[in-house]
């Protein structure tokens, strides 16, 4: 089956912002993911995301680990994360979920 984009933010929901109890996705970090057909076969996978606050101390720990889990997915050849800040992250980007988890639903 080919990889999909589904597949790769699956893969991203076990990713958790440090400060949040809550993963990338549904913190509305994620932006874009692209999903290429690589030369050597297999994918080639590029998430562009944001975080919440431009600053974070912990953004390249945040990158690393995203890069980590779309390099484990079967068939991924090499995976990038583009920091961007534009737009810039704000709350209305959670999903419902999120805002469950950090009460304020």
């Known amino acids: 089956m080919p990889l999909r984009e589904e597949h790769c933010l699956e893969a991203l929901k076990t990713c958790y912002d440090p400060e949040l109890p809550v993963n990338i996705v549904d913190l509305g970090l994620v932006y874009r993911c692209q999903v290429q057909p690589s030369s050597q076969g297999g994918y080639e996978v590029t998430v562009q995301m944001t975080l919440t606050a431009p600053g974070c101390a912990m953004a390249e720990l945040l990158k690393e680990d995203v890069e980590s889990k779309l390099a484990a997915l079967p068939e991924v050849r090499a995976a990038r994360v583009e920091l961007v ?21």
Request: proline residues 14%; charged residues 25%; glycine residues 4%.
């Open 85 to 105: 800040f534009d737009p810039p992250w704000d709350p209305s980007r959670m999903s419902e979920a999120a805002r469950l988890a950090l009460g304020l639903l």
